[in-house]
């Protein structure tokens, strides 16, 4: 009964954190709406919350990207089920960076029979776009496919189909670092992150906690993990 009862309050505990996810990635946009609600946002408007959006879009992305070497290194599968969380709101941001494009830049429903040409034009002449677009297209196939059924259904195929996130990130890197003018730090923080979590596909998967080259965060990383492990998140770090 004992066991059971834990059981369930790990259940309940985990769920509670899923749900804290959830309202996390959804701040950036509910903060952009008051800001836009409240006038905080001038001038050319649409611009800005174009590029809020495809910002936090490729933030979710990257963050989910980052789950498996952190998992692989630390053994912290309790992380696992935020790929999947991250993913669909990164997801749920690009499309919402299209969306806007469509309807608000380009006004597709009020005046079709003009706006549509426009569309075809920017993709077929205007590489950012060209590249963000293709990108976009590329992760319709990843969301739907997410779900536990799709991966029984799609069985290894599941894994390569959903390897292509990793050419859906460098395509918004390029879409972000064509779209700008001026200062491309930030695309290019992005472009480094994921060309070094792509790397970390490759490496072994070895304990990074134990190998790291300083020992003040070497021992944190054993303390961090020896933590996690006392609650049932993780794998117990192997003994030396």
């Known amino acids: 009964m004992e066991a059971g009862g834990g ?7 985990r769920t509670a954190l899923r749900v804290v996810a959830h309202l996390a990635c959804f701040v950036p946009l509910a903060w952009m709406a008051f800001e836009l609600a409240a006038g905080r946002i001038r001038g050319e408007w649409i611009k800005e919350i174009t590029h809020r959006t495809g910002f936090w879009g490729l933030s979710f992305i990257t963050l989910s990207l980052a789950i498996t070497p952190l998992r692989r290194s630390f053994g912290w599968n309790a992380l696992q089920p935020y790929r999947r969380v991250l993913g669909l709101w990164g997801f749920a ?24 040409p426009e569309v075809v034009k ?4 205007r590489p950012y776009i060209t590249v963000g677009f293709t990108g976009f297209l590329m992760l319709i196939p ?4 997410s779900t536990k059924g799709w991966i029984r259904r799609l069985g290894k195929r599941w894994t390569a189909l959903h390897a292509l996130v990793y050419v859906i990130g460098l395509a918004g ?10 200062d491309h730090t930030r695309p290019t923080l992005f472009g480094l992150a994921l060309i070094t979590l792509l790397g970390a596909r490759f490496l072994p998967r070895a304990d990074l906690g134990r190998h790291l080259p300083f020992s003040g965060v070497s021992a944190g990383a054993r303390t961090a993990r020896g ?5 049932g998140w993780c794998r117990p770090l192997p003994s030396r």
Do not use: M, N
């Open 122 to 125: 920017d993709i077929a002449k």
């Open 227 to 231: 933590w996690c492990a006392a609650r």
């Open 142 to 145: 990843l969301a739907v496919t």
């Open 173 to 182: 890197v390029v879409h972000f670092t064509w779209s700008v003018k001026a």
């Open 93 to 116: 941001y690009i499309a919402t960076h299209f969306l806007i494009y469509f309807l608000l830049d380009k006004q597709v429903p009020f005046d079709p029979a003009a706006a549509w």
């Open 7 to 13: 059981r369930l309050e790990s259940r309940a505990g």
